[in-house]
């Protein structure tokens, strides 16, 4: 049976010595939430079989289980190569929704919280040359209010925009190889004008090292540098001569190899990228590479009719960001979901914009442990994401509801913000998307408006086209917090369309999506392009973002059907949004930021 997924899961941290642990695994759902007290955890037959890295709900999964599961187990053998009997064993976790603890060989390796993010267990003193058993035990509830959920459904059924649930194991397991000291983990930072390279190396393991960095084009090394250190933190700086920058017309590379040597000689290596990019605001305006930038951004959700979560193969991922590109868009909100790191390396490769954004939805910000577990989850989230060129935008909250006296959740909001700065002050970031902005710091203002009537829609903006700063709150509730002033940053209608529309439906009633339906192909056009022109001719409007690229189960406004069959010629999309918008247009005049 070949491996599903068989592709290195994190091509920003790639090593040479690693094992593929995807496939078929034993699997058991676990109603009682006893499988413990039982002793599951070694030397029980789970009486199903599961292809992972496919959660349980889908049909690649090889189960298809609907229902809520809030305890389900994992279980399969593995064999050590010989040649890494003499290193340390880790094993590498893609995401578990959403607590895991994991056995080896009956001894505990550890547990995690947070169904977004990667975890790593050492395993070397648990594991012997042949017949290793690996015991996951994943609880989900997702209904408890103090774990991040994003669009899954907290109802039986999907409905409205929540869909299929997602538990347990959804991205690749694997194991590495790595000597007494290894890498980490590192950080980068550039500065496109001098062609600076700035990073950060962290070394697991005691002892003195060398640590050398270099920088390619191709197979020719341009820049590298050597730093001798005792510290488990080391920096270096390189600087690239004439440095060809990145950006989505031309999604330039370098190669980077990141080498530890012990003093026994003993190496650790790992492969990277770098695209050297600068994104800031400067009054009003966004700027990438110092050149103003209007965002043509479309809301993507990362959900597979198959795979729900998962992308059934790599390639799948790429397909979704050539499909957006072909209809004109730049770029994609990552919408209540954190991808898998192999959609951001295409995102990188392809020239693709993108919001990373946190699935914060189904976490009561009322309840102290689902803030600190949101908070430690968001953190993760940045730590692993902080070296993608393609992501320009931090978005760690969207739609908060919040009532006028509820100063906790607000000021929450505002905490997570200002440490998402301290953790990358080089990205810029939204607090919370659409409705209610708290924080005065942020760099874009934005809204959501699904709106449908293209005149009334530019009634909306005409006062900020004239230079007024505005409070916008569509259809919002009085007793709830209001977003704060509009203080002349730069201003994008982050969520817009929407518009219900699916000419392959056969039976009324099975879907929904934004107002009135159009009646043929043509008033879709028609409505399509006077909601978009209407946000690129206004010259105080920095980006847009179309909901949504395909449609997911009953929500059916997207400009692809869910298995990506297009609705709309393409090319009919990409002219209108192509258009030059109008702050393209404006001259960049001095000033502050």
């Known amino acids: 049976m070949s491996i599903p997924r068989p592709e290195y899961p994190r091509p920003d941290f790639e090593r040479k010595n690693w094992m593929n642990l995807n496939g078929e695994w034993q699997f058991e759902i676990d109603n009682s ?3 413990l007290e039982k002793g599951w955890f070694s030397g029980k037959e789970f009486s199903r079989r599961i292809i992972v890295p496919f959660p349980p709900e889908s049909s690649l999964s090889g189960i298809g289980e609907k229902d809520f599961m809030e305890s389900v187990w994992y279980k399969r053998f593995f064999d050590i190569p010989d040649q890494w009997l003499d290193n340390h064993i880790l094993l590498h976790f893609g995401a578990v929704d959403y607590g895991a603890a994991v056995w080896i060989n009956g001894y505990k390796a550890g547990t995690h919280k947070g169904g977004y993010t990667p975890f790593t267990f050492d395993i070397t003193k648990l594991v012997r040359p042949e017949d290793n058993e690996i015991v996951v035990w994943a609880l989900d509830e997702c209904r408890s209010g103090l774990q991040p959920t994003g669009k899954q459904s907290h109802r039986l059924k999907s409905y409205s925009c929540f869909y299929t649930r997602v538990t347990g194991i959804w991205q690749t397991v694997w194991l590495e190889a790595v000597p007494n000291q290894y890498i980490e983990y590192f950080r980068i930072i550039t500065e496109p004008k001098s062609g600076g390279i700035f990073i950060d190396v962290h070394v697991r393991g005691e002892g003195e090292y060398t640590l050398s960095a270099q920088v390619y084009e191709g197979n020719n090394v341009v820049v590298e540098a050597q730093a001798l250190s005792l510290k488990p933190i080391s920096h270096i700086y390189m600087r690239i001569p004439d440095a060809h920058l990145w950006s989505p017309e031309d999604p330039y590379l370098y190669g980077l190899n990141l080498k530890i040597t012990g003093k026994d000689g003993i190496v650790d290596e790992v492969k990277s990228y770098i695209g050297l990019r600068e994104i800031r605001r400067f009054r009003n305006k966004i700027l990438l590479n110092g050149e ?45 979901k954190v991808f898998e790191p192999r959609f951001l390396y295409w995102a990188d490769k392809l020239g693709y914009l993108v919001a990373g954004e946190f699935p914060d939805w189904g976490a009561d910000l009322t309840n102290a442990l689902a803030r600190e577990a949101l908070l430690d989850e968001w953190i993760e989230t940045v730590r692993r ?18 009532r006028a006296d509820d100063k906790v959740c607000a000021e929450f909001i505002q905490r997570v913000t200002r440490i998402t700065r301290m953790l990358d002050p080089t990205r810029l970031i939204i607090d919370c998307s659409g409705w209610t902005h708290v924080d005065k710091e942020i760099d874009i203002y934005d809204v959501h408006d699904y709106e449908q009537n293209p005149e009334s829609f530019k009634e909306h903006y005409a006062i900020l086209s004239g230079g007024g700063k505005i409070q916008l709150d569509f259809r919002r509730p009085t007793d709830l917090l209001r977003n704060m002033d509009y203080e002349g940053q730069p201003f994008m209608v982050s969520e817009y369309g929407g518009t219900w529309w699916n000419p392959f439906e056969t039976k009324a009633g099975e879907s929904w999506g934004y107002g009135e339906r159009p009646k043929t192909l043509e008033e879709f056009i028609l409505r399509y392009k006077a909601l978009t022109e209407t946000l690129l001719s206004n010259k105080a409007i920095s980006g847009f973002c179309y909901t949504q690229l395909y449609d997911i189960e009953q929500e059916t406004n997207g400009l692809y059907t869910y298995d990506r069959r297009p609705k709309v010629n393409p090319e009919v999309i990409r002219g209108i949004n192509r258009q030059r918008a109008a702050i393209e247009c404006e001259p960049l005049c001095g000033g502050k930021r």
């Open 33 to 35: 939430r006893s499988g």
């Open 292 to 336: 103003v930038r209007f965002l043509r951004f479309v809301l993507d959700q990362g959900y597979y009719p198959d795979g729900i979560y998962t992308a059934p193969s790599d390639e799948a991922l790429r397909r979704d960001i050539e499909l957006a590109k072909d209809m004109g868009f730049d770029g994609a909100r990552l919408h209540q």
């Open 385 to 402: 994401d902080i070296n993608h060129p393609s992501i320009i935008i931090w978005t760690p909250f969207n739609e908060r509801s919040i």
